[in-house]
């Protein structure tokens, strides 16, 4: 099986970056594609993107909301568990929520450098699994606790 994807689209929103416990970068994107659908109107699909270690911390600062991007990873789709107040019985009820996002194994950015900006100072490829060691993801976690998440529901 191959689980590989590729995205060139305008980021969203600035790169949003934090770090794990044991100090790890993890930089989340949204980033925005469009095409034209079967009746020739131009459709917008937003994608999630997470990238770890070195690729998220390059991100910092250069990743900005608009900019046009290339990023290639795999595709892995999460589950968690949320609650629900039920607008029957007013009870609360645990309910499956799902996510499915790209993990970037490698991010570029295209167009032109910025302003004032020698194209050499412009970082353009951040990490590339097979020039460096992949970062140790096992204290991600794949599902997050219901008491996890934040007030909107999503947890990055």
Known sequence: MINNGHIIGNLGQDAEIRYTQSGMAVA??????SANNASGERT???????????????MKGLYEKGKQVYLSGRTRTRRWQREVECP??????????????????????LGPAPAGAGREEV????YDEGTLESPDL???????AAGDLPADGIPF
Do not use: D, Y
Request: with cysteine.
């Open 28 to 33: 989340n994107l949204s980033v925005a594609t």
């Open 123 to 126: 970082p353009i490829e951040a």
């Open 88 to 109: 029957h019985c007013k009870g609360k009820h645990s309910i499956s929520a799902f996510t499915t996002e790209m993990i970037a194994s490698q991010a570029r950015l």
């Open 44 to 58: 917008t699909e937003w994608h999630r993107v997470v990238a770890f270690g070195p690729i998220a911390e390059m």
């Open 138 to 144: 096992s204290s991600v976690p794949a599902t997050v």
